[in-house]
Nanobody
Framework: EVQLQASGGGLVPAGDSLRLSCTGS????????IGWFRQAPGKEREDISC????????FYIDSVKDRFTISSDNTEKTVYLQMTNLKPEDTAVYYC?????????????????WGKGTQVTVSS
């Protein structure tokens, strides 16, 4: 059974940083893309970042590029999302997800599984 556990959210002022963690089990780590999407009330889902643990390839949407960094600890089976210079528009529930591909192209399309989200709130 696939299990994904996201953690690390919180309430921070604009300009601050947070690091989200996603621990996964029940799937072959190297055969999947692992990444994040976020959902804010009244807004469309944003598929923000992805990593392929087998070669470290990454993807970011433009709105988080240069502020967020995704990384993978393949020994601990954990993916991190380091978020810096947070903005109020980053406020959302953040979910980690997996997809059974190995390139992060079109990240977010036909995700295989995701866990419960973690709330990130950025105050202005």
């Amino acid at each position: 059974e696939v299990q994904l556990q996201a953690s690390g959210g919180g309430l921070v002022p604009a300009g601050d940083s947070l690091r989200l963690s996603c621990t996964g089990s029940g799937f072959s780590w190297d055969d999947y893309e692992i990444g994040w999407f976020r959902q804010a009330p009244g807004k469309e889902r944003e598929d923000i970042s992805c990593i392929t643990p087998w070669n470290g390839n990454t993807f970011y949407i433009d709105s988080v590029k240069d502020r967020f960094t995704i990384s993978s600890d393949n020994t601990e089976k954990t993916v991190y999302l380091q978020m810096t210079n947070l903005k109020p528009e980053d406020t959302a529930v953040y979910y980690c997800a997996i997809r059974g591909l190995r390139h992060c192209g079109s990240w977010g399309y036909r995700l295989d599984s995701w866990g419960k989200g973690t709330q990130v709130t950025v105050s202005s």
